[in-house]
């Protein structure tokens, strides 16, 4: 009977860690989950004159994580975290993509010995944000959102920020002062419903899952080159080839509210089967810091200058 009951458990405990810890099984196929044709369709009239020029990368910190955190099943190496911004970059302005983290967020993510943060970067980052002619952001976690609900001229660019409704809470949750809070809660959300028109050669569609206010982000640039923004359906590159996410036990430590991760697999999915069809599509997780020294290596992306203009 002991015997019984302690084999029992052991099949238990082997089956909980699995679970939490290993499982990261993806759908056979779920290409309705980034509707990438729409995304094109959202853009398809846009004078190529007016498109973007360049990718420009704002890493306002860095650090490193468990890749077990990274990937279910990861092991103990370390993935390299960057925490970022993008700007889109026209002839004469930017359309900016996301607000990466401060410098009190991201030294206290993953493994506080590791972590740095480029004050620089971050005035930049500030300065490209109160300049742009729009901002948008994949998501509304903390990592992502600073460099705006912490701005301190947020009324300079309040009327350029653009949100949909579902990413409010997130951005009042983390807002740096009451005034900024109540500017949030007075400006009128941007409706994004399907594939939305933001700018020329941007467009977006919503994407919950990692948060209920999560979107995706098509970018097309005058020479044709195109990118998906996906925020943080994947944090590593080599999640969407390995087709593998975060371990569920994550989820109760460190999203609020909890991620729907079936949607996730499901993105995850998408994205994997969209890389083999469309290797020319530049995939861009927020936070893989290796990927970036990739693209910036093969030209598909510049690190911002205090120069550029």
Known sequence: MVKTAITLLGIALVAATWWYVFDSRAPREADDAIPLEALRTAIAADDARHLPREVELYRTGRGTAPMFAVEAGGGLGKFEMAYTAFGIRYRDSRVMIDAAADRETAMAIGDKAAARFDDAAYALLLDRIAQADQVILTHEHKDHVMAVVRHPAFGAFADRFRFPEAQR????????SQAIAE????????????????????????????SPGSIIILVRLANGREYLFIGDIAWS????????????FLQWLMFDPKEERGQVLRQLRALH????????????????????????AERLMKSAKAETR
């Open 169 to 176: 809470y997130g951005l009042l949750r983390h807002s740096g």
């Open 183 to 210: 500017a949030i809660g007075s400006l009128a959300a941007t409706p994004i419903d399907g594939a939305t028109h933001i700018a020329p050669g941007i467009a977006a569609v919503p994407a919950p899952g990692h």
């Open 237 to 248: 590159f080599d999640d969407i080839t390995k087709l593998r996410t975060r371990p569920r």
């Open 273 to 296: 089967d969209l890389h083999l069809r469309e290797p020319a599509l530049v995939i861009v997780p927020s936070h893989d810091n290796r990927w970036f020294n990739r693209l910036i």
